[in-house]
């Protein structure tokens, strides 16, 4: 039953990202000034790099990562190295979180991507560890295509120190631009992070479109209970409205016109995990770990 899920989710996430790359004529979009003055903040005002870079395997490693570093303020989904491992190239990019869940048991070795290193520990079910980084292979597409599920190489750090990798069946979640910062939003008295975040929702109420993130902003349109939507990015910091806490999200409309809706009075029709944000997708497949 996990397996289907998880390929249920990897298929859906793969079309979004082939009808994005479709779109795109890999270009990189930034200016200089902004790329100079760029360090752990984002200049709102200045465009981002819009394309994925990562697909782009001649690309100079040195300025993939400092693309890297504005596209993701130097917080998780950073790349931060290239390397080649048993005659693949791998991503390496920053992931820190803590307190996940193992879902069943685990190898852990001293080198990613490659099953010879040395194993060093051994994780049982429902063991809580820290994430360091996530390595995956350039050509993770290609696997997909030819209905292999990829492997995503997690760095874990267990409560007693142990640091090494495992293997869990996943590919890059932050592909195509997943969770880049487009935006810094100051509205209402509250700072926003806008994060690219694309995928389909529905509407589980009828449901106000405004022109900024907050009950204040400006009715611009009303969506019917039920209603499929588009989105675009959401938030990353959450609001509780109507005693229900959750992001605000930005959506594309029929007509072309974008705005922000509530995300508590949303759902999503293929089941939970409602939003796809590169930290539930490795927080799942961390869950379902080895039993494929």
């Given at each position: 039953m996990?397996?289907?899920?998880?390929?249920?989710?990897?298929?859906?996430?793969f079309?979004?990202?082939?009808r994005?790359?479709?779109?795109?004529?890999?270009?990189?979009?930034?200016?200089?000034?902004?790329?100079?003055?760029?360090?752990?903040?984002?200049?709102?005002?200045?465009?981002i790099?819009?394309e994925?870079?990562?697909?782009?395997?001649?690309?100079?490693?040195?300025?993939l990562i400092?693309?890297?570093?504005?596209?993701?303020?130097?917080?998780?989904?950073?790349?931060l190295?290239?390397?080649?491992?048993?005659?693949?190239?791998?991503?390496?990019?920053?992931?820190?979180?803590?307190?996940?869940?193992?879902?069943?048991a685990?190898?852990?070795?001293?080198?990613?991507?490659?099953?010879?290193s040395?194993i060093?520990?051994?994780?049982?079910?429902?063991h809580?560890v820290?994430?360091l980084?996530?390595?995956?292979?350039?050509?993770?597409?290609?696997?997909?295509?030819r209905?292999?599920?990829?492997?995503l190489?997690?760095?874990?750090?267990?409560?007693?120190?142990?640091?090494?990798?495992?293997?869990?069946?996943?590919?890059?979640?932050?592909?195509?631009?997943?969770?880049?910062?487009?935006?810094?939003?100051?509205?209402?008295?509250?700072?926003?992070?806008?994060?690219?975040?694309?995928?389909?929702?529905?509407?589980?109420?009828?449901?106000?479109?405004r022109?900024?993130?907050?009950?204040?902003?400006?009715?611009?349109?009303?969506?019917?209970?039920?209603t499929?939507i588009?989105?675009?990015?959401?938030?990353?910091?959450?609001?509780?409205?109507?005693?229900?806490?959750d992001?605000?999200v930005?959506?594309?409309?029929?007509?072309?016109r974008?705005?922000?809706?509530?995300?508590?009075y949303?759902?999503?029709?293929r089941?939970?995990?409602?939003?796809?944000?590169?930290?539930?997708?490795?927080s799942?497949?961390?869950?379902?770990?080895?039993?494929?």
């Amino acid at each position: 039953m996990k397996m289907l899920y998880l390929i249920i989710i990897l298929s859906s996430l793969f079309v979004s990202c082939v009808r994005k790359h479709e779109r795109n004529n890999l270009n990189i979009k930034y200016t200089n000034e902004f790329v100079n003055n760029m360090t752990e903040q984002v200049d709102s005002n200045t465009e981002i790099i819009t394309e994925n870079l990562t697909s782009l395997p001649d690309l100079d490693i040195d300025e993939l990562i400092r693309i890297s570093r504005i596209n993701y303020g130097n917080r998780n989904g950073t790349i931060l190295e290239r390397r080649a491992i048993n005659g693949s190239n791998f991503i390496i990019r920053k992931y820190e979180t803590k307190n996940n869940q193992i879902g069943l048991a685990y190898n852990v070795y001293k080198l990613p991507a490659d099953k010879n290193s040395e194993i060093i520990y051994r994780l049982n079910t429902n063991h809580p560890v820290s994430t360091l980084k996530i390595a995956y292979n350039e050509e993770w597409r290609e696997m997909i295509k030819r209905n292999n599920i990829p492997n995503l190489w997690v760095e874990i750090e267990t409560e007693s120190g142990i640091i090494g990798w495992i293997e869990v069946k996943g590919f890059d979640p932050f592909s195509d631009n997943q969770w880049i910062i487009l935006d810094r939003i100051d509205y209402d008295g509250t700072v926003f992070t806008k994060r690219e975040l694309r995928q389909w929702l529905l509407t589980t109420e009828r449901l106000n479109v405004r022109d900024q993130p907050g009950i204040n902003g400006k009715i611009i349109h009303q969506l019917e209970k039920f209603t499929q939507i588009d989105t675009l990015a959401i938030t990353e910091e959450k609001v509780i409205i109507d005693g229900i806490e959750d992001h605000w999200v930005y959506i594309v409309l029929e007509d072309g016109r974008t705005g922000w809706v509530f995300g508590g009075y949303t759902n999503a029709d293929r089941g939970p995990p409602r939003f796809l944000t590169p930290e539930e997708f490795i927080s799942l497949w961390l869950w379902m770990a080895n039993e494929f």
